[in-house]
């Protein structure tokens, strides 16, 4: 089944460690997104690329960092620099040219003490 | 992109339709108005988008006013299963340029 796996669902570290988390999507998606989403808040964008090994920051980048090195992956690093990382993290994918549809991920929640 | 304007939450029996309202009086010509829905702890799931002309798929119906101010949702038949947090975002429909979530409308589908 083509969709976008995100992992691990849940994922605990201790403060000053850097975290990565995955985004594999096998939609053939030229676009790929990073969405968090704290408690009762709407979501709020990190990073985004629309196309291989070029990525564009979002309104919340700082603290976090992207890779684009192949189609069907999209890794997000919270940095320890993220002062707040405690979240809901979503990724998500649309192809180009035709984005009205964005499919998200199941999501990572991250928590940091 | 426009701003969007929705109520922080709603009430709906079982059976009945839903009707979300989404205030968008900023929204310029050529945007869309879009609907994603999150039910608890899972990530976004579009749901129809539209321009001008009122929209129907599977899921629900799509209400624009004439003058594109405003618009509404409409699920038909509401189950249980429709308790969601429901977004309406409005943007350019050109190449991929983000989704900008609010806060949505909260809508419980109470039996």
Same mark, same amino acid.
């Given at each position: 089944?083509?969709?976008?796996?995100?992992?691990?669902?849940?994922?605990?570290?201790?403060?000053?460690?850097?975290?990565?988390?995955?985004?594999?999507?096998?939609?053939?998606?030229?676009?790929?997104?990073?969405?968090?989403?704290?408690?009762?808040?709407?979501?709020?964008?990190?990073?985004?690329?629309?196309? &291989?090994?070029?990525?564009?920051?979002?309104?919340? !980048?700082?603290?976090?960092?992207?890779?684009?090195?192949?189609?069907?992956?999209?890794?997000?690093? &919270?940095?320890? !620099?993220?002062?707040?990382?405690? !979240?809901?993290?979503?990724? !998500?994918?649309?192809?180009?040219?035709?984005?009205?549809?964005?499919?998200?991920?199941?999501?990572?929640?991250?928590?940091?003490? | 992109?426009?701003?969007?304007?929705? #109520? #922080?939450?709603?009430?709906?029996?079982? /059976?009945?339709?839903?009707?979300?309202?989404?205030?968008?009086?900023?929204?310029?010509?050529?945007?869309?108005?879009?609907?994603?829905?999150?039910?608890?702890?899972? /990530?976004?799931?579009?749901?129809?988008?539209? $321009?001008?002309?009122?929209?129907?798929?599977?899921?629900?119906?799509?209400?624009?006013?004439?003058?594109?101010?405003?618009?509404?949702?409409?699920?038909?038949?509401?189950? $249980?299963?429709?308790?969601?947090?429901?977004?309406?975002?409005?943007?350019?429909?050109?190449?991929?340029?983000? $989704?900008?979530? /609010?806060? /949505?409308?909260?809508?419980?589908?109470?039996?």
């Amino acid at each position: 089944d083509g969709g976008i796996t995100q992992s691990p669902k849940y994922l605990f570290r201790k403060e000053g460690q850097n975290v990565t988390l995955s985004c594999e999507q096998n939609l053939n998606h030229d676009a790929m997104y990073w969405y968090r989403q704290d408690p009762g808040q709407g979501l709020r964008l990190i990073y985004y690329s629309q196309i &291989v090994n070029d990525f564009q920051k979002g309104d919340i !980048a700082e603290g976090y960092s992207v890779s684009r090195e192949k189609k069907e992956s999209f890794p997000l690093t &919270v940095t320890s !620099a993220q002062k707040n990382p405690t !979240a809901f993290y979503l990724c !998500a994918s649309s192809m180009y040219r035709s984005s009205y549809e964005q499919y998200f991920g199941p999501g990572t929640r991250l928590t940091v003490t | 992109d426009a701003k969007t304007t929705q #109520p #922080p939450s709603m009430d709906c029996a079982e /059976g009945r339709a839903a009707n979300l309202p989404c205030n968008h009086s900023t929204i310029s010509g050529n945007e869309y108005v879009y609907w994603y829905r999150q039910i608890h702890s899972q /990530g976004p799931q579009y749901i129809i988008h539209g $321009l001008k002309n009122n929209e129907t798929n599977e899921m629900a119906s799509l209400i624009i006013t004439e003058d594109r101010k405003s618009s509404t949702l409409i699920l038909p038949h509401a189950t $249980l299963r429709d308790t969601a947090v429901y977004y309406c975002i409005v943007r350019f429909d050109s190449g991929n340029t983000p $989704l900008v979530f /609010g806060k /949505g409308t909260r809508l419980s589908v109470i039996a």
